[in-house]
């Protein structure tokens, strides 16, 4: 086997050894299967490729400093997979399923968890598809829940390094009776060619404002946002951003390290009174931002002196702290994995 530069990986697709996979059909879930292939067999009707039936999440995989593999609000993922399943009319996997099949996964593939050091992680990426083929429109009768796993650096390749955003008016992500609420793959569809017209523009990602006056910051591309002013944690609150475990548990660790917070709508115009601004989620974890450019409107704000903030850069410490296993974990965030 090639050595893996624990150092310098990307946040991208690796291959590793096993994927773990449960069928719902005939009105149940089957039995959790392992497979070491990394494609699926599916009806070219299935619902998911057609009609975007379909929802995944996002989680990660920490060895902590005494060697043990810790996984982060597991459950939290689990809840808000049910929730995809419900918006868009699929079957909603079993909270118990879901942790199961987390845990095997991560199992399975132990040597592809980064060693503690390296700020590197497992990334778990669950799947649910509508399998079953449709083509009228309406929901599949089967689904596939799978979960993959590859190690992962920081998703921004600078990690905790302030980058430059761009405020997206062109394009939205999500509308506030849509589907931004959920996790499901047509918002990422939608932000696509907003991505791409940043990046162009040498913007690490974008800025969504609220799709019905563009008067409010909604959230970043695969984040959400926050902004710091003096003691206070401030955070959008919106029909159309995609409700972040990371965020909420900022939000939670902020108070208990005395900060106020306040998530309510935050106007377009507050980015000039913000002293810090970052995104936040399991990818990105806490992201500084630097800078945001607003195109269409001419405005730029920019924050620091081009390093993370003190305000950012103390959540982020206390943050990654309880993942690897640093500090106590006074929430009960944490579940150490057993490799019995
Ligand atoms: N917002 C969007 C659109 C995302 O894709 C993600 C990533 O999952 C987040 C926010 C952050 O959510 P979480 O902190 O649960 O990973
Ligand atoms: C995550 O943070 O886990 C995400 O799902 C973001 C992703 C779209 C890369």
Known sequence: MQEIDWKNIPFGFSETDYNVRCYYRNGSWGKIEVSSS??????????????GQEGFEGLKAYTGKDGQVRIFRCEENAKRMQRTAERVLMAPPPVELFHEMVKQVIQLNRRF???YGYGATLYIRPLLIGTGAEIGVRPSKEYLLIMFVMPVGPYFKDGFKPVDMMICRDFDRAAPLGTGTVKVGGNYAASLMSLELAKQKGFSSTIYLDAREKKYIDECGPANFFGIKGKKYITPKSESVLPSITNMSLQQLATHLGYEVERRPVPFEELAEFDETAECGTAAVITPIKRIVDPVAG??????????????????????????????????????????
């Open 38 to 51: 990394n494609t699926i067999n599916m009806h070219m009707a299935a619902t998911s490729l057609h009609y």
């Open 113 to 115: 968890i980064p060693p």
């Open 299 to 340: 405005k730029e704000f920019t924050y620091g002196n081009g390093e993370a903030g003190p305000v950012c850069t103390h959540l982020y410490k206390e943050y990654t702290a309880i993942q690897f296993g640093e500090s106590p974990d006074p929430f009960g965030w944490t579940e150490v994995i057993d490799f019995k």
